[in-house]
């Protein structure tokens, strides 16, 4: 099965700051690749979907890029509700394997 | 808009069956444009995608080899639902159980989550 990862598995940020957090699948995966964002008791939220296309409702600031196995998530200028823990997911096939997180928090 | 509301017991003997329902506002069960799925989480497994159901013409079931021996993912079209039977459970089957709806494998909507545990 291909794996994903995600790097790094943790970061400090301001408010107003730039995040960048990286997804590497094992294999290509051309983009189907998903973003979501999880706070602490709540289900995750859909962000990103075929790697770059902004979900309905979602901020501007969130955007996606890549394509094949390296992946990137960016927040530009980080809002208070931004602090949560982001996952990537593969979108190719079955099993739809998520990475293991990056936890965002304050610095 | 679609609203998932799951139902079940939070704790569960080992050796037992883990039984979830996820009823379905919004949508219907048998769209021939979406999949149901089965997703848990816990501190050791992380998210783990366990399986779906979903319609084209008939149902059809995927489901992650690790649970495929134990997993039953059934579609209730007379109540617009889907439920998830684990058979055979152990602690390690203890985790938040999510109902989510695809579209092009990506789940664009969750349920509330349900704590399971697996205890005597």
């Known amino acids: 099965d291909i794996q994903m990862t995600q790097s790094p598995s943790s970061v400090s940020a301001s408010i107003g700051d730039r995040v960048t957090i990286t997804c590497r699948a094992s294999q290509g995966i051309s983009s189907w690749l998903a973003w979501y964002q999880q706070k602490p008791g709540k289900a995750p939220k859909l962000l990103i979907y075929a790697a770059s296309s902004l979900h309905s409702g979602v901020p501007s600031r969130f955007s996606g890029s890549g394509s094949g196995t390296d992946f990137t998530l960016t927040i530009n200028s980080l809002q208070p509700e931004d602090f949560a823990t982001y996952y990537c997911?593969?979108?190719?096939?079955?099993?739809?394997?998520f990475g293991p997180g990056t936890k965002v928090d304050f610095k | 808009q679609v609203q998932l509301q799951q139902s079940g017991p939070g704790l569960v003997k080992p050796s037992q069956t883990l039984s979830l329902t996820c009823a379905i506002s919004g949508d219907s069960v048998s769209t021939n444009n979406a999949a149901w799925n089965w997703i848990r989480q816990s501190p050791s497994r992380g998210l783990e995608w366990l399986g779906r159901?979903?319609?084209?013409?008939?149902?059809?079931?995927d489901y992650a080899v690790s649970v495929k021996s134990r997993i039953t993912i059934n579609p209730d079209t007379s109540k617009n639902q889907f439920s998830l039977q684990l058979n055979s459970v152990t602690p390690e089957d203890t985790a938040v159980y999510y109902c989510?709806?695809?579209?092009?494998?990506?789940?664009?909507?969750w349920g509330q989550g349900t704590l399971v545990t697996v205890s005597s």
């Open positions: 159901t979903y319609y084209r013409s008939k149902w059809y079931n």
């Open positions: 997911q593969r979108a190719d096939s079955f099993p739809f394997t």
């Open positions: 989510a709806r695809d579209r092009r494998a990506t789940f664009d909507n």
